[in-house]
């Protein structure tokens, strides 16, 4: 089975830097993903790990260090639109094939 | 249009009810899945299909069951709804080493 934990909450002030943690256990791994998921929307696709190190797209950066289990989404220069929630999904293996599970969303909150 | 489609938007559904929520998409890929959000709980995997003839169930499959029409095409049927399955479920498709690609949800109610 897969365990993934991330924070509830978390609150931020606009400009700033905010990183989002997530650990994980897991039988098998094949990537970890980050989602960002406005209130009432579905979730769209921010990030992808599958090898240990930083992946950079703009203002958002995700790591990942498979020996510890361990991933964590970095969100520069903060903007109001970025209040959401961002969810950490494992692929780990189930039965033999390799399906995603969530964690169960950091709700970001960026205030003035 | 969008790349995964699902219909219907919003329910309300009486207890014992049968409902179907549909959903379809354009990405092509052959592996499909719905999901359940509660608040404070994430998304649980109800069930998934790698394809047509494939059917898998998730954590949380009790009270559900699916239907894969085609490869575009994967549908979720509560066959006695109640009212701790009002939840947003999501449907969402991806290939073998993609991210997955989610249509808009499903706001189900129950009374």
């Known amino acids: 089975g897969q365990n993934i934990d991330q924070p509830t909450e978390m609150t931020a002030t606009e400009g700033a830097i905010v990183q989002i943690n997530c650990t994980y256990q897991?039988?098998?791994?094949?990537?970890l993903f980050w989602y960002q998921q406005h209130a009432g929307e579905a979730p769209t696709f921010l990030s992808y790990?599958?090898?240990?190190g930083l992946e950079e797209k703009g203002r958002f950066s995700s790591f990942l260090s498979r020996s510890k289990g361990y991933s964590y989404l970095l969100l520069k220069e903060l903007q109001m639109k970025d209040s959401a929630s961002y969810l950490c999904?494992?692929?780990?293996?189930?039965?033999?094939?390799?399906?995603?599970?969530f964690g169960r969303g950091t709700s970001l909150i960026v205030h003035p | 249009d969008a790349d995964v489609t699902q219909t219907p938007r919003n329910r309300i559904t009486k207890t014992g009810k049968r409902i179907m929520l549909e959903c379809s998409q354009t990405?092509?890929?052959?592996?499909m899945y719905w999901y359940r959000q509660d608040p404070g709980l994430g998304l649980r995997l109800i069930y998934y299909s790698f394809d047509v003839k494939d059917i898998n169930k998730g954590e949380i499959s009790d009270g559900y069951s699916v239907s894969r029409q085609a490869q575009a095409k994967f549908s979720l049927s509560l066959e006695s709804a109640i009212p701790n399955q009002t939840a947003l479920y999501f449907c969402?498709?991806?290939?073998?080493?993609?991210?997955?690609?989610f249509g808009q949800g499903t706001r189900l109610t129950v009374v």
């Open positions: 790990n599958v090898l240990d």
């Open positions: 969402a498709t991806s290939g073998p080493n993609t991210e997955a690609f």
């Open positions: 999904a494992v692929r780990g293996s189930s039965g033999g094939s390799y399906i995603p599970t």
């Open positions: 990405k092509g890929h052959d592996r």
């Open positions: 897991t039988s098998g791994f094949n990537g």
